[in-house]
Structure formats: structure tokens, C-alpha cells
């Protein structure tokens, strides 16, 4: 198979993956984008219809509450239900108690706003808007058909929602009303109910929807009672659907709905008011409906892109094979020796061209990288070499320190052993490369060895002392911190003061941190020299962060600032290191970090 034909298959077989690809993220995209509105719409709709039902109810609440909130309305009440009628001296009791609620009841909120406000008792006391107050035979008889009844004594004044009915106190035809109703308690027992009706109408308009968007809408009320439904809704169709109504805030979830066999987009939100559940309910396969118009045409437009790309592709790949097959050869043709010279190659494909370029560049960066690799293998070498020299220096120092020490010994001289087998040691841990870090117990040794030949110079005039908590004493440290600062006490604390020298290092541990404190007797620190020092410390702290270089952090050329700089590189910044005099005056280092245990940890 020729390189054009293959050049032809694998870019028609890429056009046609890619376009596939863009096809399905597409659809798909549009799908869920078009998914995404529609479940948010329903949302909306489910929390506008609950908000817009509260609204529609609470009115009818604050009537109920306003009449309960009269005094006169509520002993009214009571009298009715608890005199006997058919003693003569109650009559006008009786008579002024039905005037005065038959006088709360009509009044201009209750006619404008609402269908029917109606009071009655169980004896067959009634009063209402719409007619005249009257006392009915059948008073009775129609309360007992009432199914709400009974959920209204068990609210205990409460208000309680009742399903849409047929009016049962028609002044003139017939009506079908939805209402609120409130039993009202007296001391012992209920004293009458409160009715407020409103128009059915009312509900159908707040819960209308298109009919084309196939939406069916129920609301149900705490009771388990059918509030409203647009379509079919059997018992166990309801408790499934109820399940979606949870909340106090409209949720969307898509269910494959196992009575029905069909998956479904369900809404579904409870009022915290009411306690009605609403649930909207839309079948996604009528919800995706008109996307199927949008994947037909993007099938289309994928077919005619393709016809359009198999053409182009195929002079394409004639075109190109040609100076493809010629840059080929010239690659198969470099060796090493020629890496550096130019590739010439006649075409006028931009693409061929650059790809020359490229190959050139990278030619040119193949080239460089072998010199450069070359010249840092050398470089290794000749560190090595300087490595393995400068190990002679010491073993030249170590050989001279054994000739003296052996001098001694024949002069009979121990002390001069003692120096230089202290010198030897310190030399020798100084030196070492066997690891660049050390521990607590180590340092203390080296500094005791310094301390020592200190003391042959200096005599009775200096002392030291130690407290060391042994549970420090494997902690590692960088070498030579505690020497530098010992060394530092010894050379600048001690200019202006003639007494005895006193140097004391104290080790403990405290909140999961170890602390060395070096403490003298000596000057202390000049507050300029202690500020000097604080700033380079900072300006040091930079160079670490990585803002500014690092230079010149040898062991011997810093002092304190050097010591900081190696403990805040060896801990990773998570260091003490204070500065401060004492107050019967000398100066104070501490210095700590926290437990290896701590940060292994």
C-alpha cells in the first residue's frame, strides 16, 4: 500500500472520528443543555405555583385568625354551644350571640376576597356570608357528611386544608369551592368551626398548564388527600410520586418509574405553610421530542462535511506525498558527523516546510545537548579529581598533629597530646563526608572538645556547664551550629569584661520542639549589632524563599546569620532562632525545631 493511500485511509478515517466525535459531544451537549432549561423550568414552575398557592391560602388563614382574635366572636361562640335553648332566659343571650358573629362574619374582607366565610357548631347553629343567618334542620345531617371533620378536631385549632368539594350551603345553584377550615376550642371542648371557601377556578388557573408541554400536576395534602390532579392518579401511583416531595424547596430528579415503565422527569417541593406536596410530573421521551428534529440535521451536516473532507483529503495527500518521501531520505542519510548541516528540500507546502524547520532546529538541539552532555561529563571528572584532592589536605593535617602529640610524649608533655588529639577530632568531624548531618549528642561532643582546648588557653578564667535532656539526643542538626555560636560568645562577648568567662548550654524539649540555649556572662549584644544581624537574618530568610540568590554559605564565613541560614535550609524554614540578651547581662541564643518524630509524622 502506497504512502498516498495510506496518507488518504488514516486522514478520512480521523475526519470521520473527529466528526463522529463532534457529532455525539454535540447532540449530546445540546441534549443536556436543552435537559438542563427544562428541568429548571420545572423547577421554577413547581416553586411559582407553591409560592402562588400560599398566597392564595393565607388570606383565608388571616380571616380565620382575625375573627379568633375578637373577643366577643369567641364568648358568641361559646354561648351558642353552651346555653340550652329551650330555657326562656337564655334566648337573648342566644339571640344577641348569633348577631354579633352573623356581624363578624359578613364583613367587607370576607365578601371581597373570598367565596364563602361560614361558622356552625355540632347543635345546628350557622352563619355565613352569603345568606342570612338561619338555623337549619339539616345542620347536622350535613356535617356529618363532612370527611374533614374529624381531621379538624385532631388539629386541636389548627388549620387544616380541605380538598375541593361541591359547595354543601348553596344560597342559589351549586358551586365548586376548595377551603380552610379551623376547629375552634373553648375550655373543655369545641365550641363551633370556621370555614373559609374560595372558587375551584381559583386552583385550576394557578395550576394551568400548556398542553403541549404534557405536564401533569398534582397536589396533595398532609392528610394524604388528592388536592388537585390534571390526569389519572391512583394510590400507588400517588405514595411513588411522593417520595419526590421532600423538601421545602423545589427538586428535580429523573426516576424510571417502575408502575409505569417509563422514565420520567418528576418536581417536587412541600410548603412549609400549608404542608401540601406538589408534584409535577413530565415524561422525558415527550420532553425530548423536539430534539430529534435537531439530530437529523446534525446527522446531515455530518454526512455533507465528510463528502467535502474525503475530496480534499485525497489532493492533499497527492501533494504532500511527494517532498514527504524526499525529507525521508535526507533523514535516513544523518549521521553524527552531519548533524549540524541544513536539510535542503524543494516544495512549496508551507507544512513541508516547517516540518524541514522543525527537523533542522531539532537537529540543532540534538547537537547541542551531546556537547553540552560531553562537556558535563568532564566536568564531573575534574570534580571528582578535585574531591579526591582536597581529601589530602586533612590527612596531611592529621599526619603534622601526630608528629606533635608524639613530640609530647617524649618530652613528657600529656597536654600537648590532649591539644592535639582535640584538634584531631574536631578536624575530623569537621571534615568528614561521610554524612552531612549530624545529631545532638555529636555536636555536644565537638563542642565539649572545643571548650576544652579553650580551656588550655584561657585557664581558670573560663567555665562551662551542661544540661542536656538525653531524649534530644538523637535529634538531627546540621554540623558545626553549636561550635559557630560558642565560638562567637568566646571571640566578641567578652571585650569589655575582665571577670570569668562562664558559657552554659542547656538542652530540653516543650510542645513537641527541641530547644538548645547558649547563654554567657559576657557584653551581650549592642542593640545596632543586633538589629544589623536581624536584618541579614531576614535578608537571608528572602534568599531561602527563593526571591533572592544564595550566595556564600560557607561554614566559616557568616557566623549567626550562617548558622540560621543552615538550620532553616536543613529543617525547611520551621526553626527557632532568637537572639536576646540577659537581663544580669550576657547574651542568649535559643535555638530549636520541631521533634524528628513530629515531622515524620
Not at 394557578?206 to 388528592?226: G, L
Not at 524543494?346 to 516547517?354: F, L, Q, R, V
Request: glycine letters at 4%.
Amino acid at each position: 500500500m502506497s504512502f498516498q493511500t495510506r496518507l488518504f485511509i488514516t486522514y478520512s478515517l480521523l475526519i470521520v472520528f473527529l466528526i463522529a466525535i463532534f457529532g455525539v459531544f454535540f447532540y449530546h451537549y445540546i441534549l443536556n443543555v436543552f435537559e438542563q432549561n427544562a428541568y429548571s423550568n420545572l423547577e421554577v414552575i413547581t416553586d411559582k405555583m407553591s409560592e402562588q398557592l400560599d398566597n392564595l391560602i393565607k388570606p383565608m388563614d388571616l380571616m380565620t385568625t382575625f375573627l379568633l382574635s375578637t373577643d366577643e366572636f369567641m364568648t358568641s361562640m361559646t354561648i351558642l354551644s353552651t346555653l340550652d335553648k329551650t330555657i326562656p332566659q337564655n334566648r337573648t343571650y342566644i339571640s344577641k350571640a348569633r348577631d354579633t358573629i352573623q356581624s363578624n362574619v359578613i364583613t367587607y374582607a370576607a365578601h371581597k376576597h373570598f367565596y364563602r366565610v361560614s361558622y356552625f357548631n355540632k347543635i345546628g347553629d350557622f352563619a355565613t356570608t352569603n345568606f342570612i343567618q338561619q338555623e337549619r334542620e339539616d345542620i347536622r345531617e350535613v356535617i356529618s357528611q363532612f370527611d374533614w371533620i374529624h381531621l379538624a378536631d385532631k388539629a386541636r385549632g389548627s388549620i387544616i386544608i380541605i380538598p375541593p368539594y361541591d359547595d354543601p350551603w348553596p344560597a342559589s345553584g351549586s358551586a365548586k369551592v376548595f377551603g380552610l377550615a379551623r376547629c375552634v376550642h373553648g375550655s373543655r371542648e369545641s365550641v363551633g368551626y370556621l370555614e373559609v371557601q374560595n372558587l375551584y377556578s381559583e386552583i385550576e388557573e394557578i395550576f394551568s398548564v400548556p398542553s403541549k408541554n404534557n405536564i401533569k400536576v398534582y397536589a396533595i395534602t398532609s392528610s394524604d388527600m388528592i388536592f388537585y390532579k390534571n390526569s389519572e392518579l391512583d394510590n400507588p401511583l400517588m405514595k411513588y410520586y411522593l417520595q419526590c416531595a421532600t423538601t421545602n424547596k423545589a427538586s428535580v430528579s429523573e426516576i424510571d418509574n417502575s408502575i409505569n415503565s417509563r422514565k420520567e422527569i418528576v418536581a417536587g417541593i412541600v410548603s412549609d405553610y400549608t404542608g401540601i406536596r406538589l408534584i409535577l410530573v413530565q415524561d422525558k421521551q415527550t420532553l425530548l421530542r423536539p430534539i430529534l428534529y435537531t439530530l437529523n440535521i446534525t446527522i446531515l451536516v455530518a454526512f455533507l462535511i465528510m463528502l467535502a473532507s474525503f475530496g480534499y483529503i485525497f489532493i492533499f495527500s497527492k501533494q504532500l506525498a511527494k517532498p514527504i518521501r524526499q525529507l525521508k531520505e535526507k533523514m535516513e542519510g544523518i549521521e553524527y558527523e552531519n548533524l549540524p548541516e541544513k536539510i535542503s528540500i524543494n516544495s512549496t507546502n508551507n507544512e513541508i516546510e516547517a516540518l524541514n524547520q522543525s527537523f533542522q532546529r531539532l537537529r540543532i538541539r540534538i547537537n547541542d545537548a551531546i556537547s553540552r552532555e560531553i562537556k558535563a561529563r568532564t566536568l564531573q571528572m575534574q570534580a571528582n579529581f578535585d574531591s579526591l584532592q582536597a581529601q589530602v589536605n586533612p590527612h596531611f593535617l592529621y599526619n603534622i598533629l601526630n608528629v606533635l602529640s608524639h613530640k609530647g610524649i617524649i618530652n613528657g608533655d600529656e597536654e600537648i597530646c590532649e591539644i592535639c588529639d582535640g584538634i584531631a577530632s574536631m578536624l575530623r568531624y569537621s571534615t568528614s563526608k561521610q554524612k552531612s548531618s549530624s545529631t545532638i549528642q555529636e555536636e555536644l561532643e565537638h563542642v565539649r572538645n572545643y571548650l576544652n582546648l579553650m580551656k588550655k588557653r584561657f585557664e581558670h578564667k573560663l567555665e562551662y556547664f551542661f544540661d542536656i535532656d538525653p531524649l534530644i539526643y538523637e535529634e538531627p542538626v546540621p554540623k558545626i551550629i553549636l561550635q559557630q555560636i560558642v565560638e562567637n560568645s568566646l571571640n566578641h562577648g567578652y571585650k569589655n569584661s575582665k571577670g570569668k568567662m562562664r558559657i552554659s548550654i542547656r538542652g530540653h524539649i516543650s510542645n513537641r520542639f527541641w530547644y538548645m540555649e547558649i547563654t554567657d556572662n559576657g557584653d551581650g549584644f549592642e542593640p545596632k549589632i543586633l538589629e544589623e544581624i536581624e536584618l541579614k537574618m531576614k535578608d537571608m530568610e528572602k534568599k531561602i524563599m527563593g526571591i533572592a540568590p544564595i550566595t556564600g554559605l560557607s561554614i566559616g564565613g557568616m557566623g549567626l546569620v550562617n548558622t540560621y541560614a543552615r538550620m532553616a535550609l536543613f529543617y525547611k524554614n520551621k526553626i527557632i532562632f532568637k537572639l536576646s540578651n540577659v537581663n544580669d547581662g550576657g547574651a542568649r541564643v535559643l535555638l530549636g525545631s520541631q521533634l524528628s518524630k513530629m515531622r515524620s509524622e
